[in-house]
């Protein structure tokens, strides 16, 4: 699933394709992704608008229209933006809603097993899961980030990852960042030292700017606007290793489950 980084990878590669552009037409193949209004008033709603500005929270991305309104996308799972599409070029198996733009071109929203979400809405910031989203970890300060942790007897990966409390970091960067920071993943959050709580801080941020650096990690459905993949899966230390030799210590990469979650971790690098 695309987390922080991804997203936020899609949304600097449209800022400089489609921000200005008039939307022409919306060609609907399967109206399933369209959770608001219905398929025609949507389709009326983004007719011969312009996209002014879009903007990225948690993992949602808005495009705010010339109308007032928001188009605001969730890839979910399996969800791609894809950019550009010739017109009279077929669209492909799984593009559910296509864009024409004011240049003739298509921007496809592709989506594999339909759990994307896409609404026209009067006011983005009082959808209900925008208003419950944490701080993301670049707007918060070390002493916040302490405060977080302190008195939660959650399991540090569980904690890391809870949305309501500190949004932008998905399961694939709880794992790379709990490595980073030699820290267990199960460990009761309320057990890190300070130091370890500095050191966790600094890798989070970390393994999220190199992310979007890189372009964000291609696994499984996720590829950029262009259709190429994110570069930073290279550079994962445990995410889906799962008995390969650690890059630090040789050891042997292991696997559970917490919270439902694959984890990732080395018993040996991480106490
Ligand atoms: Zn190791």
């Not at 960042?177 to 941020?205: H, M, Q, V, W, Y």
Request: charged content about 35%; proline content about 3%.
């Amino acid at each position: 699933m695309p987390e922080l980084p991804e997203v936020e990878t899609i949304k600097r590669e449209l800022d400089k394709i489609i921000v200005g552009k008039k939307i022409t037409d919306i060609i609907v193949n399967n109206a399933k992704v369209i959770r608001e209004p219905k398929k025609e008033k949507f389709i009326k709603e983004l007719k011969n608008v312009t996209i002014k500005k879009i903007i990225r929270k948690g993992k949602l991305l808005i495009f705010e229209l010339s109308s007032g309104k928001a188009l605001t996308i969730h890839l979910k799972m399996t969800g791609q933006l894809i950019y550009p599409r010739q017109g009279g070029a077929s669209p492909g198996r799984a593009t559910r809603v296509s864009f024409k733009l004011s240049n003739g071109k298509l921007l496809d929203f592709n989506d594999t097993r339909l759990f994307g979400e896409l609404r026209v809405v009067d006011h983005w910031q009082n959808l209900k899961f925008i208003k419950e989203l944490g701080p993301e970890p670049f707007d918060l300060i070390i002493d916040e980030f302490k405060e977080i942790l302190k008195n939660r007897r959650t399991k540090v990966k569980v904690l890391i990852m809870d949305q309501k409390v500190i949004s932008g970091i998905g399961n694939l960067y709880a794992n790379e960042a709990l490595f980073r920071a030699k820290i267990d993943p199960g460990r009761p959050a309320n057990t890190l030292s300070d130091k370890e709580r500095e050191l966790l801080f600094k890798e989070i941020k970390l393994v999220l700017r190199q992310a979007i650096k890189y372009g964000g990690s291609s696994v499984d459905d996720y590829v950029r606007v262009s259709g190429k993949k994110g570069n930073y899966t290279k550079f994962h230390q445990v995410y889906d290793r799962k008995g390969e030799d650690c890059f630090k210590c040789k050891g042997k990469i292991q696997r559970i489950s917490l919270a439902g979650r694959g984890t990732y971790f080395c018993s040996k690098c991480q106490k």
